[in-house]
């Protein structure tokens, strides 16, 4: 009896304790400038799982012990922290994160951490900066300037997007270099799929065989920049390890907009844009001598009546009207949470018959079941249509852009009775726009759910399973008509018309399973385990028909003379697992150690797995005692190393087969390329360390990274002895080594309640190297030598451009210092930039709020083919100006004429910029001045509005090559380049 006696005192006592150690707290957390509550503020604990978050009004209810200390944190704002009393009631203001230290950032496929912990460079874009200034046409061209490290280039004008982006420099020669994209856990498909047009076009005629030379859009451009929440860029292998035979590119993360708790915010935003050329180039400063040395009496009888037409203003001195509508419905009530997004937007292009229209719908759900189970739901359907013209490389004069370098100004190519005369390029630039298609139209569906299940939540331990799963599912249709009426197939031996039809079904999907077990432990240790499994299924499948010799003016595949069909598939599965273990001792030193290991159905050992191992520490020095520096209020050095991969191209380990008519019969014989079943992944090693700082309570902060990235077993093919039936194969026969560093300067300039001025400079540079190469040095990336071309080389940049050159009038001295390889080319330049460098300014006062982003781009250079068509035509825009001949005696165009296919130096130019990327300036009405609406916002922004360049064309950037990072600087007659002015009206309800 006394024992249980005894026993109940005990227990009793501890129960006294613990009550008087527990204890009830509440309190309200708002915006330390507007006085507004916070919805959705999380609010922990420190060192353990128990929390809450704030309700509709801001207010928040937890049990804590007396003592303990509370952290409150929100997406966009600083974390607070209050230490428990004796009161019960804890009131926290929020002030904005300026330096992005407290924002969450994605460390893991389940797991995250605060920037202020973090061991390696990642770059966060939110939807303020990427959506906030200015409307943007597609999600890929709103990225430009916004992270340090990458080298992003447009494609070309054309409506609809379509851009090539390297992070951290060249990763591959052959390989595709552009990012693993994730959205809200989903993988992504990115492709840009041929449209078939070369049978017209006969671009992969004229010196280099790719028939990716059609301007199509990749596809990252269908994502609605609207829905997105934030992005994050994992730029190398030390943050993108994790992400393993998938990363050698980087890993760009998307997270879409989410409904947060409290009542149904209604927003509707409507924006009407117009769209001009950047610039013109103009017409030739034409004489009635010059005009009549090519075109006779008539030219010069033009000259001297001013009847010259200017068919480039006829085709893009247009001013378009745009129009983007935008509808978004978010909320929360008791356990559910929801976010609709509607966006419609239509915007023509400058050519006629070009524009882009898209729809997109997104519904994203979250329901809590329990204090255990959570699903996540995210849904997006998308529908598209791409109008894009038909430009760049054309070896029939039959693009427009080819066709009007050698369009004359006094010729009449006005159709007469609805017929087109031929013109003398070859064919009628203006008949080409009227009457041919060349159109992409999109559906897609992206959908993805995560379920987070807790297994075990104690005070001080958590243990929670998530499973994720993701669909990428889209059918594309390609079209492109070029009627039998056209001028050029005029002839009984020419194609007498062609249609093409293709469609691609793309279907991707992902699952994968994650156990996470948090540990917090009482002397400021924590441990956050993750450790998982994922299978990945990708299969595209492209089907290509191509009909020639139509019927009249039909243009059915079935009314023709010639059919053909091109099948490409490619199925592809991976497997894996992945461990990551994250230490953390009092936010003062934090450390992870990971490693993925992959295998792909792509490897030419589809059951090899492959390792990518990671590590990184952070050190918080001024979380120690002895910092005693107040002015530094912030200092962590940090590095971090990690690998990745790039996974082999599909037909690399098959011996591909040519149908041939044997005996009569249909059979097959070996093609020239043997697969190798012992090709494997290029590999990326990256050791990267940097410091960041915080200084005067961190109202300006600085970072400096430095980065050493390889990349081993990079593919190339090779040749084989012909003994062997093949002529080459593809192998891991080289190494590459980028080096560089990115710098930043975050600063609060101005904090007061009525102006708020927030700046943010980025400077980065990198440089390649190819440090082994296992075949000879070869050329590629361009048309030929003679017009300029990249040059892979041992010891030398990945990036050179080079090109023959004329040793007539040059000593022997003079043609070893041109040429001291002695291999019969010259070094001209290098596509890689001197250095890039961008400035973000946000200014509010009062009610009006004005933001601007620079951005500059100093050397890099590229090789502009479209300006040496017009010199070979004659009509170029400054023909007549001199300055480029040594000689000082022929005109500019007459001196790059005269070196064309011997001398590529004149085309090689520096494709350096300054450009106003975005601006906007709004003002936000009084509240209240019609109840039935929270917010009025009108403003108005713009894109591209000032350019500033040496470049002698449209614009800088633009690539023949479409997303061919390798091959991203030739320049052939693209669709010139666009300038946006925006109208805003944005309500919110």
Same mark, same amino acid.
Request: glycine residues 10%.
């Given at each position: 009896?006394?024992?249980?006696?005894?026993?109940?005192?005990?227990?009793?006592?501890?129960?006294?304790?613990?009550?008087?150690?527990?204890?009830?707290?509440?309190?309200?957390?708002?915006?330390?400038?507007?006085?507004?509550?916070?919805?959705?503020?999380?609010? %922990? $604990?420190? /060192?353990?799982?128990?929390?809450?978050? =704030?309700?509709?009004? +801001? *207010?928040?209810?937890?049990?804590?012990?007396? !003592?303990?200390?509370?952290?409150?944190?929100?997406?966009?704002?600083?974390?607070?922290?209050?230490?428990?009393?004796?009161?019960?009631?804890?009131?926290?203001?929020?002030?904005?994160?300026?330096?992005?230290?407290?924002?969450?950032?994605?460390?893991?496929?389940?797991?995250?951490?605060?920037?202020?912990?973090?061991?390696?460079?990642?770059?966060?874009?939110?939807?303020?900066?990427?959506?906030?200034?200015?409307?943007?046409?597609?999600?890929?061209?709103?990225?430009?300037?916004?992270?340090?490290?990458?080298?992003?280039?447009?494609?070309?004008?054309?409506?609809?997007?379509?851009?090539?982006?390297?992070?951290?420099?060249?990763?591959?020669?052959?390989?595709?270099?552009?990012?693993?994209? %994730? $959205?809200? /856990?989903?993988?992504?498909?990115?492709? =840009?799929?041929?449209? +078939? *047009?070369?049978?017209?076009?006969?671009?992969? !005629?004229?010196?280099?065989?790719?028939?990716?030379?059609?301007?199509?859009?990749?596809?990252?451009?269908?994502?609605?920049?609207?829905?997105?929440?934030?992005?994050?860029?994992?730029?190398?292998?030390?943050?993108?390890?994790?992400?393993?035979?998938?990363?050698?590119?980087?890993?760009?993360?998307?997270?879409?907009?989410?409904?947060?708790?409290?009542?149904?915010?209604?927003?509707?935003?409507?924006?009407?844009?117009?769209?001009?050329?950047?610039?013109?180039?103009?017409?030739?400063?034409?004489?009635?001598?010059?005009?009549?040395?090519?075109?006779?009496?008539?030219?010069?009888?033009?000259?001297?009546?001013?009847?010259?037409?200017?068919?480039?203003?006829?085709?893009?001195?247009?001013?378009? $009207?745009?129009?983007?509508?935008?509808?978004?419905?978010?909320?929360?009530? +008791? *356990?559910?949470?929801?976010?609709?997004?509607?966006?419609?937007?239509?915007?023509?292009?400058?050519?006629?018959?070009?524009?882009?229209?898209?729809?997109?719908?997104?519904?994203?759900?979250?329901?809590?079941?329990?204090?255990?189970?959570?699903?996540?739901?995210?849904?997006?359907?998308?529908?598209?249509?791409?109008?894009?013209?038909?430009?760049?490389?054309?070896?029939?004069?039959?693009?427009?852009?080819?066709?009007?370098?050698?369009?004359?100004?006094?010729?009449?190519?006005?159709?007469?009775?609805?017929?087109?005369?031929?013109?003398?390029?070859?064919?009628?630039?203006?008949?080409?726009?009227?009457?041919?298609?060349?159109?992409?139209?999109?559906?897609?569906?992206?959908?993805?759910?995560?379920?987070?299940?807790?297994?075990?939540?104690?005070?001080?331990?958590?243990?929670?399973?998530?499973?994720?799963?993701?669909?990428?599912?889209?059918?594309?249709?390609?079209?492109?008509?070029?009627?039998?009426?056209?001028?050029?197939?005029?002839?009984?031996?020419?194609?007498?018309?062609?249609?093409?039809?293709?469609?691609?079904?793309?279907?991707?999907?992902?699952?994968?399973?994650?156990?996470?077990?948090?540990?917090?432990?009482?002397?400021?240790?924590?441990?956050?385990?993750?450790?998982?499994?994922?299978?990945?299924?990708?299969?595209?499948?492209?089907?290509?028909?191509?009909?020639?010799?139509?019927?009249?003016?039909?243009?059915?595949?079935?009314?023709?003379?010639?059919?053909?069909?091109?099948?490409?598939?490619?199925?592809?599965?991976?497997?894996?697992?992945?461990?990551?273990?994250?230490?953390?001792?009092?936010?003062?030193?934090?450390?992870?150690?990971?490693?993925?290991?992959?295998?792909?159905?792509?490897?030419?050992?589809?059951?090899?797995?492959?390792?990518?191992?990671?590590?990184?520490?952070?050190?918080?020095?001024?979380?120690?005692?002895?910092?005693?520096?107040?002015?530094?209020?912030?200092?962590?050095?940090?590095?971090?190393?990690?690998?990745?991969?790039?996974?082999?191209?599909?037909?690399?380990?098959?011996?591909?087969?040519?149908?041939?008519?044997?005996?009569?019969?249909?059979?097959?014989?070996?093609?020239?390329?043997?697969?190798?079943?012992?090709?494997?992944?290029?590999?990326?090693?990256?050791?990267?360390?940097?410091?960041?700082?915080?200084?005067?309570?961190?109202?300006?902060?600085?970072?400096?990274?430095?980065?050493?990235?390889?990349?081993?077993?990079?593919?190339?093919?090779?040749?084989?002895?012909?003994?062997?039936?093949?002529?080459?194969?593809?192998?891991?026969?080289?190494?590459?080594?980028?080096?560089?560093?990115?710098?930043?300067?975050?600063?609060?300039?101005?904090?007061?309640?009525?102006?708020?001025?927030?700046?943010?400079?980025?400077?980065?540079?990198?440089?390649?190297?190819?440090?082994?190469?296992?075949?000879?040095?070869?050329?590629?990336?361009?048309?030929?030598?003679?017009?300029?071309?990249?040059?892979?080389?041992?010891?030398?940049?990945?990036?050179?451009?080079?090109?023959?050159?004329?040793?007539?009038?040059?000593?022997?001295?003079?043609?070893?210092?041109?040429?001291?390889?002695?291999?019969?080319?010259?070094?001209?330049?290098?596509?890689?930039?001197?250095?890039?460098?961008?400035?973000?300014?946000?200014?509010?006062?009062?009610?009006?709020?004005?933001?601007?982003?620079?951005?500059?781009?100093?050397?890099?250079?590229?090789?502009?083919?479209?300006?040496?068509?017009?010199?070979?035509?004659?009509?170029?825009?400054?023909?007549?100006?001199?300055?480029?001949?040594?000689?000082?005696?022929?005109?500019?165009?007459?001196?790059?004429?005269?070196?064309?296919?011997?001398?590529?130096?004149?085309?090689?130019?520096?494709?350096?910029?300054?450009?106003?990327?975005?601006?906007?300036?709004?003002?936000?009405?009084?509240?209240?001045?019609?109840?039935?609406?929270?917010?009025?916002?009108?403003?108005?922004?713009?894109?591209?509005?000032?350019?500033?360049?040496?470049?002698?064309?449209?614009?800088?950037?633009?690539?023949?090559?479409?997303?061919?990072?390798?091959?991203?600087?030739?320049?052939?007659?693209?669709?010139?380049?666009?300038?946006?002015?925006?109208?805003?009206?944005?309500?919110?309800?």
């Amino acid at each position: 009896m006394k024992k249980v006696y005894s026993a109940l005192t005990v227990m009793l006592m501890l129960s006294v304790s613990v009550a008087f150690a527990q204890k009830t707290v509440s309190g309200t957390v708002t915006d330390g400038s507007s006085g507004e509550p916070l919805v959705g503020v999380n609010v %922990i $604990v420190k /060192g353990s799982a128990n929390g809450a978050l =704030t309700d509709l009004d +801001g *207010n928040y209810r937890l049990e804590a012990t007396e !003592g303990s200390i509370l952290m409150f944190s929100f997406v966009g704002y600083g974390t607070s922290e209050a230490t428990v009393g004796t009161a019960s009631t804890i009131d926290i203001s929020l002030t904005e994160d300026v330096t992005s230290l407290d924002e969450v950032v994605v460390t893991g496929l389940a797991t995250s951490v605060k920037r202020s912990n973090l061991a390696s460079s990642v770059a966060t874009v939110n939807a303020k900066t990427l959506t906030g200034i200015t409307n943007q046409s597609n999600m890929d061209g709103a990225l430009y300037g916004k992270f340090k490290g990458a080298d992003i280039r447009s494609n070309s004008g054309a409506p609809g997007g379509g851009i090539s982006m390297r992070l951290r420099g060249v990763t591959s020669i052959f390989g595709d270099q552009q990012p693993l994209f %994730i $959205v809200d /856990g989903v993988y992504v498909d990115n492709s =840009t799929v041929s449209m +078939g *047009n070369n049978i017209v076009s006969e671009a992969a !005629g004229g010196g280099n065989p790719s028939t990716n030379q059609d301007d199509a859009t990749n596809r990252i451009a269908d994502i609605d920049p609207e829905d997105i929440e934030n992005i994050e860029i994992l730029k190398g292998a030390s943050a993108a390890a994790i992400y393993g035979s998938r990363a050698a590119g980087g890993v760009v993360i998307i997270t879409t907009k989410r409904g947060k708790a409290g009542k149904t915010v209604v927003s509707l935003n409507q924006t009407v844009g117009l769209r001009q050329a950047t610039q013109l180039l103009g017409l030739r400063d034409w004489t009635p001598a010059t005009a009549g040395a090519i075109g006779g009496q008539a030219a010069a009888d033009a000259v001297t009546n001013g009847t010259l037409r200017d068919y480039e203003d006829e085709i893009f001195g247009n001013t378009r $009207v745009s129009n983007t509508t935008r509808l978004s419905i978010s909320g929360g009530q +008791g *356990n559910t949470d929801y976010f609709a997004g509607i966006t419609y937007k239509n915007e023509p292009g400058l050519v006629d018959n070009t524009g882009y229209e898209k729809g997109s719908f997104r519904l994203n759900i979250g329901q809590k079941f329990n204090d255990w189970l959570d699903i996540y739901l995210t849904n997006n359907y998308i529908n598209s249509t791409s109008d894009r013209g038909f430009f760049n490389n054309g070896n029939q004069n039959r693009t427009v852009g080819y066709a009007l370098a050698f369009t004359y100004p006094w010729e009449d190519l006005s159709p007469v009775n609805g017929a087109y005369p031929a013109g003398g390029a070859g064919s009628n630039a203006l008949e080409t726009i009227a009457i041919t298609t060349n159109r992409e139209e999109v559906n897609r569906y992206i959908g993805g759910a995560t379920a987070n299940i807790k297994l075990l939540t104690q005070k001080n331990n958590q243990l929670k399973l998530v499973l994720q799963g993701g669909l990428d599912q889209y059918t594309l249709r390609t079209t492109s008509i070029f009627p039998q009426s056209l001028s050029y197939f005029s002839s009984p031996t020419s194609l007498r018309g062609a249609s093409i039809s293709g469609t691609t079904v793309n279907t991707n999907y992902n699952l994968t399973s994650t156990l996470v077990h948090s540990l917090y432990m009482d002397n400021g240790l924590s441990f956050t385990t993750q450790a998982g499994a994922f299978v990945q299924d990708f299969d595209r499948n492209t089907v290509i028909t191509t009909s020639t010799g139509l019927n009249g003016s039909q243009t059915n595949l079935g009314q023709s003379t010639n059919v053909g069909t091109q099948q490409i598939i490619r199925p592809q599965q991976d497997k894996g697992f992945f461990v990551q273990e994250e230490i953390n001792f009092d936010d003062k030193i934090i450390g992870t150690v990971g490693i993925r290991g992959d295998k792909s159905t792509n490897n030419g050992d589809a059951n090899a797995m492959y390792y990518y191992p990671k590590a990184s520490l952070a050190v918080n020095l001024h979380e120690f005692d002895f910092w005693a520096v107040d002015a530094i209020s912030n200092i962590k050095p940090r590095v971090a190393y990690g690998e990745s991969g790039r996974f082999a191209n599909f037909n690399d380990r098959f011996t591909l087969m040519n149908p041939q008519l044997i005996g009569g019969v249909s059979g097959l014989s070996p093609a020239n390329l043997e697969g190798n079943t012992a090709v494997g992944p290029e590999r990326q090693k990256e050791l990267e360390f940097g410091v960041d700082m915080g200084f005067l309570n961190n109202r300006f902060a600085l970072d400096a990274t430095f980065y050493n990235k390889k990349m081993e077993d990079v593919l190339l093919q090779v040749n084989i002895p012909t003994s062997s039936g093949f002529t080459n194969r593809v192998d891991n026969a080289a190494e590459l080594e980028n080096k560089g560093i990115e710098l930043g300067l975050d600063a609060a300039i101005i904090q007061s309640s009525e102006l708020n001025w927030n700046a943010s400079l980025k400077w980065w540079r990198n440089r390649s190297k190819v440090t082994k190469l296992d075949v000879p040095a070869f050329n590629t990336g361009g048309f030929a030598a003679s017009l300029g071309t990249m040059r892979i080389q041992e010891g030398k940049s990945a990036t050179q451009i080079v090109g023959t050159y004329v040793t007539a009038g040059k000593t022997p001295e003079e043609i070893s210092e041109l040429d001291p390889d002695g291999d019969g080319f010259a070094v001209y330049g290098d596509a890689e930039a001197d250095f890039q460098m961008s400035l973000f300014n946000q200014i509010s006062w009062k009610n009006f709020d004005f933001t601007f982003l620079l951005h500059w781009k100093q050397g890099g250079d590229a090789i502009n083919l479209t300006t040496l068509l017009y010199d070979l035509a004659g009509t170029t825009w400054d023909f007549d100006d001199v300055g480029l001949d040594p000689e000082g005696v022929l005109t500019n165009g007459a001196y790059r004429s005269s070196q064309a296919f011997a001398n590529p130096d004149p085309v090689i130019e520096d494709a350096g910029y300054f450009r106003l990327r975005e601006v906007g300036v709004f003002y936000t009405l009084p509240k209240n001045l019609i109840p039935q609406i929270n917010k009025i916002k009108v403003g108005f922004s713009g894109r591209n509005l000032i350019n500033i360049f040496d470049y002698n064309s449209y614009d800088p950037e633009s690539s023949n090559f479409g997303n061919n990072v390798l091959a991203n600087n030739v320049e052939v007659t693209p669709y010139p380049a666009s300038r946006f002015y925006n109208f805003h009206l944005n309500v919110t309800f």
